[in-house]
């Protein structure tokens, strides 16, 4: 099973680009965690993450497994970060990144120069939130303007994108009211916004009743396209206030878009593997994927995947690496992701549960096939 | 461990009546889902459940393990359902069925119907909320009498039962005042549900107030009569708001029962089955079992029932199916359930964790001995 | 691994002292529970943490393990507490105890005690609110004077110790506001709490204004004298809100200890393991045990160690015992938790996911190296 999974193509449905320039260590380090300061004579290395990391993306630079970080980050800048994202991203076996561009989008590569230096192509989910900030910086005169530049702009990003992204986890929490606001009400939030963000008291977009207009706005735009809104949960960044996070609190929204007809994808889910299979088995539109914490949980990696596929449809599951800024990310999430799932499949065929044929079916499907179908891609040319 | 725990009889002590026809095949994967609606091109076969039951069943009606749905279902219609239901509830090891009669009663076999079909002696579990909705039909003229009225009604109910069980957790999740509500907070509840319901403003049983006067009720019946409540908890429907459905948000009404000496048993429990296990360790009255979640987690039910023996004391675990509408869900609960519980203890005695005569202690307690005490049912002959 | 973490000194960073007497069963079953009743014909040995003490403790006595209970209760008496808590505490490799003298002191030993018994050097963690109902037993004149010698009080009780310790949890969840009270607002709560302790309607501090006060204050004298706040978190006596003891529920407070420079240890967190692993993972100043979850879970501890493992930095984890009235508790949590940790560890090695040096050191990290750091003790001199 390992080496079928391993072979498979993948379709990563959620990453962001590599940061554009080589690394000191405490550059790198950096990049190792959500949020993390320094303990003082501790290393990020010193974490799950940090073992798999080092476990295996040393073999592809040319070292032995479980080299140090030293000289581990040594060969690094030897070779160069240009080459070493070729390496780790285009030879992993993805068969397209398909790209969130809202998050630190001056310091990492777009999606054109993620393809030109990985060769794997790539495409662009726009982050909701983002756009309604880029409109801001342009200063509008009053809400209402806000609001239409916003619904214009984002019809225009998302022209040649394959989805939207929303943050209101991060921003909100989903404990807010889900129903779609009047227009005047957004016009009054955005009158409100732009004075905050005018006198200094306000920076990003936290005001629920924009963050609910953008999240409508937005699934119109994914009902008309016929693509999915993709969902951060759970783990992330310190901001998140972890409890209100968690995705069946969103169940009025989630059952709206399925009235809609608007597939939600929930991202990483982790801690509430659990509750997000759930949501896959209860509602006809709901996908799943544990995303970021293959690449924290590294050697647990397999307890994280197999708690997901406790219950959730198989046809219901997709992949992500949430890579952010580290080649290493791409190449470790495709690596782990791989292993973890092989290593469940593989349980059940050992116990009789399954047989290898279906389980072959069960691995494309979330490797790539059910990505494809949601996302509107091609099948991959090695499928 | 196996053999031993495989040949246990078993006491089921949470499941519902199975469908009176035969089925085509969309109705057939409509009744292996609790909401799930279809996704074009995609089957209810495709997940755990689906897998497990084309695992396990076949055989039992003649077919090789892994068989095909198309094949399944056509050699279910050739024998009909009677006979299905005959083999596959049958020839499980139930030794009694506790039925829930109060979901969709009119579409299911009721307690003589499910013993005559299947020759296993069945007893009834009378649902609160359904009690109180049936009485709200025969047009109480208020609120104070719609009250006297459920309270002879339920009593009367209750007569030849072993046990009441309420869904709050659907209804108003635990999130509520756990108190009793007086008489006149009732009466004047009641006068308000009963004109919504003649308005069409209210279909079933939401009011907080009515509903908590249904458990304070049945929980003098409980204790009067000996036999515990039975809450469902956690997984189950779309119509669950998940995080207001953990046990531990019940804990003041647990703690209620526990000061009159009413047993309680927590319905399935997933995802809350630390929680779940918590309560057991500190209350005296409380009882669990994993229910539901075995039969929709499949292969993976071992993780479930290992989670829920993590904390869990042994003389307070209980086994039920949960099944609802096909044969099939009896039969695999049971097996699930016995191979899952084989398995944690085989684990525990090759680790040198358990002596095996304390193990057959054990699984005998749980498999049919605790809930022979609670309940007040005679042991099974075969044990 | 087993051997090699076997013979590791540990930290035992949160424990309590025995209970200064010899038991009969019902004394030593009381024990053996965090707030469960007893139910009539069972026993607390009949669940996980009775199964785990049977096989680990009796051949500490000289019997076989998996002992009868009363075989192993009458050797027990036969030898003596003293001798017991000698064999049972003073023989598990433990190098130091830190010992919480908050909770029922007057009927177990107190550190001297502990150590004269035991042989193992301990040191005290001093509870806040336990300090402020101290000074309220002398009844202040007033709020303010109840500030002001609770103040002066815990310096001093601090003095000695090596950490202090807050239940916070237990007496208002974390669910409170979660700033330091002005002076004004903590003088007002005091005497509302002096006079409700007079009228006997308040009996131990539940009053979240001076409970933040004895937080800040706390908070303060960490930082001064260098050492860490421990926080009681999720599983325990029956009082506990458990929802509501979430640790990312008091994100604010750790957020604001993060500021100031103060270490913060999560205790047991079970069922909060991935909430509080991923606490560890974005605040500098989080550490995380699985302190009596280990006992508890017996068999399982693996389990819940693998949970922890999956995401916490290897150098934000300590281990306890939290070990209460039982020195078999002591003896059972050091010896649940080496088994756990170096199976963990011994599963990643076999799958090439970690050097057999690189675990040890992780080991050694995890064992004493953590606690050490943070606690400002000294290395154990036989590591």
Redesign the interface.
């Known amino acids: 099973m390992k080496d079928f999974v391993g072979a498979l193509p993948l379709i990563d449905h959620h990453c962001h680009g590599v940061v554009a320039r080589d690394l000191d260590r405490p550059g790198f380090e950096a990049l190792m ?7 003082p ?4 290395f ?3 993450l940090g ?2 990391l080092l ?1 295996h993306c040393p073999p592809v630079l040319g070292l032995a ?2 080299a140090e970080p030293g000289d581990y980050l040594e060969i690094r800048r030897t070779l160069g970060f240009e080459e070493v994202s070729r390496r780790l991203i285009g030879a992993n076996g993805v068969d397209t990144l398909l790209i969130d561009t809202g998050h630190r989008s001056d310091a990492i590569f777009d999606p054109a120069r993620m393809t030109a230096i990985s060769g794997v192509p790539s495409r662009e989910v726009v982050r909701i939130e983002a756009v309604m900030e880029e409109v801001a910086r342009r200063k509008p005169a009053s809400g209402a303007e806000l609001r239409k530049a916003f619904e214009e702009r984002l019809a225009e990003r998302s022209a040649g994108a394959v989805g939207l992204k929303s943050i209101v986890a991060y921003r909100t929490t989903f404990d807010i009211d889900q129903s779609e606001p009047a227009e005047a009400e957004v016009d009054a939030a955005g009158d409100l916004w732009l004075r905050q963000l005018d006198s200094g008291e306000a920076r990003r977009l936290e005001n629920a009743v924009l963050i609910r207009h953008g999240l409508y706005v937005g699934a119109r735009l994914c009902r008309d396209r016929g693509f999915p809104m993709q969902l951060h949960v759970g ?1 992330g ?2 901001d998140v ?3 209100k996070c ?1 995705p ?2 969103f ?1 009025p929204f989630i ?1 709206a878009m ?1 009235t809609m007809g608007v597939t939600i994808t929930l991202l990483h889910c ?2 509430f593997l ?2 997000a299979a ?1 949501l896959a ?4 539109n709901v996908y799943v994927d544990t995303g970021v ?1 293959q690449n ?5 990696a397999p ?2 995947v ?2 997901m ?8 599951q997709v992949y992500s690496s949430d890579a952010f800024g580290l080649a290493e990310l791409h190449y470790m999430g495709a690596r782990l992701f791989r292993d973890a799932l092989a290593e469940v499949l593989a349980g ?1 065929i050992a ?5 290898p044929q ?1 389980a072959e079916q ?1 691995a494309r ?1 979330i490797a790539f096939g059910n990505a494809c ?1 949601i996302y509107g891609l091609p099948l991959p040319a090695s499928a």
Request: glycine share 6%; aromatic share 10%; net charge negative.
């Open positions: 965690s959500e949020g993390h300061r320094p303990v004579g501790c290393s990020q010193d974490k799950p073992l798999a476990r497994p479980h783990f960044d310190r206030m972890m409890p968690d069946t609190v169940l059952e399925e982790w801690p659990r509750e759930w088995e209860v509602f006809s914490s924290f949980t590294g050697a647990s307890r994280v197999a708690e596929m406790e219950l959730a449809p198989f046809h219901k059940w116990r009789g549960d399954l047989l279906r069960i499907a179908r």
